[in-house]
């Protein structure tokens, strides 16, 4: 230790040879008699008893420290409970080192002022004392606005002030100092998931829509990334919440690629955006722009990557359908009702007042509902023409990304075998459209990764020229008896290897035929739950390198936009209190970090079984020997 040290001096003033008794109090040990005491000759039969004079130790570490009672040269630390040797030759310096790191000693230190002690149940189930560093107090108060959603007044207003005064906790800081405090900490978080996304190369998917205000009329466009990151775990990500000024196609496009830029996202498969005009000419710009960034910046020539949010117009022809027909909707309060008519008087009494020499109709009965509840021709005449306005955006099915089919393939106990069956439940499977999708699917999955394989297949096995695969093999060797085939095996597999060879014939497969010719996987499933496909990639992905990272980008695309809409609930709640009073980038701090930081601690809440905990470990030693962690 530096002399600096609060308790150097006590070490110096440490005396060898002395011990000390339960209470602290010392006396010499013999080896001490020798020498600090001078010897008194006796004649024979005038020995006086001996006495040890008392000492009080010099050593204040003793406050501390207790020795064993049946081994003096142990001693035990009053807070940690840890025993520590104390020869008195070899002096106290390694009990005051240990005070230096024993973290219940400091926090026993923290926790001396009266004012602000508290009491703490230890893991032993006995109180101490514990005191909150301030800087933790600010931390967590700045956490809470976030997390809560709250206005950034709170931390100023006089209930929180009155709360922390009650609890005898610190004085709240100052809403600028809680506003620049958040921003560090987004910058902070910020900073290590783009290092993670550029380190990683990752591929994602997006989301984005745009959101009023309907107070302060501004628009916010929300950027969701959505991606499988290395233990094979779906994530998404809201890594934007930026202002706009015009819902225009040009400026979608540039804050969707100003966005990833910032991000260090050189990676997109798909983007999935509602059917507005402005949507269509903004991914038509964006792709024109971002596939300039890199090679592999998108995949399969771009043809796939806008998906249209089905939810969107999902809920635009449900809406509308429903409009004509809203009286059904009674139905979902019949509860209510029934409740009011046994309880409420004053809703009683209303349907027994004359209303124009007329009685009012009510409240409903048993019947009224049975009515609303039976078959109604008018809705089912609405819902076919839903179902036509639902055909008719989809054009038959056609104009749904092909991209979404082929996710169904990467389904080990799907493949393709579930698509022919769709396909012939669809069209009929002697139709010629029946074919043709299923050539649409095929071939695509082959270009898809001859692609992939181009680009991270160190060495793949070539595949048989087509002029190899028209020449039969012929057979010199005539017909043998069962006899004596059995002797002439071996001679006969080496003359078969030897004509492969000549002919130029590859035995080995490429990972795509081999996957799609192996049989499908059966599970047996609870009732309930659904196949993990997530799982049995993260354990054959060693087995199929390549597919593996088709799949990881297949199955992170969205079908619907829903998931950036999800934010729009919160940004109401943070911005709309606060009227004018936050700026666009205060706004995508606390929208962005709020989601971060209740994803961590969704994340740290989680509960792992054994049976996951043993998969954990089983995988991390499987990268290991396989090599399967993403470049």
Known sequence: MDSSSPHQHDRDNDADGFEFDDQGKGFQTPEANQWGKRKQNHKDGDEQPKTLRQITPRSGVWVHFTRLPNNRNICTCHYCKRE??????????????????????????????????????????????????????????????VIGELPLSLIESMAWRHFCSKMNLYKPHSRRTATRDIVEMFIQRKSTMRKWFIANKQRVSLTTDIWVSDVIGASYMVITAHYIYQYWRLKKLIIGFKYVTYQKGKTIATTLLDCLADWGIEKVFSITVDNATANTNALSKFETAFSLVTNESLVIKEEFMHVRCAGHIINLIVRDGLTEVSENRAIKYKVAFDKMETEDKLYNDHFLEIDNGKKRVGPPTFNDWRAVESYDSELKIKAEEMYKKFDKYWDGLSNINLMLRIAIVFDPSKKLHFAKICFAELYGEETPTYKEMYDKVYNLLVDMFKEYSDRYAKSQPSQPSQSSQSQPFQSSQPDVSEADSVPRLFTIDKRYKAALNDIGVQVTKDELTTYLKEAVENPDVMMGTEYDVLSWWKFNCGKYPILSKMARDVFVMQVSSVSSKSAFSTSGRII?????????????????????????????????????????????DRLEKEFCIED
């Not at 005051?96 to 923290?110: I, P, S």
């Not at 004012?115 to 703490?120: E, F, G, I, Y």
């Not at 005191?131 to 600010?138: A, H, I, L, N």
């Not at 995508?588 to 989680?606: G, H, P, Y």
């Open 84 to 145: 520590y040797k104390c020869p008195s030759k070899s002096g106290t310096k390694n009990l005051w080192n240990h005070l230096e790191v024993c973290k219940e000693h400091k926090a026993w230190l923290e926790g001396k002022d009266p004012k602000l002690s508290q009491h703490v149940i230890n893991k032993d189930g006995n109180l101490q004392n514990a005191k909150v560093p301030e800087s933790v107090f600010r931390e967590a108060s700045n956490e809470m606005l």
């Open 576 to 620: 709309e209190p606060c009227r004018s009073c936050l700026t666009p980038y205060m706004v995508e701090v606390l929208m962005c970090t709020a989601q971060w930081m209740k994803q961590d601690i969704a994340i740290e809440s989680r509960v792992l079984t054994n049976a996951q905990i043993l998969a954990e470990v089983e995988y991390e």
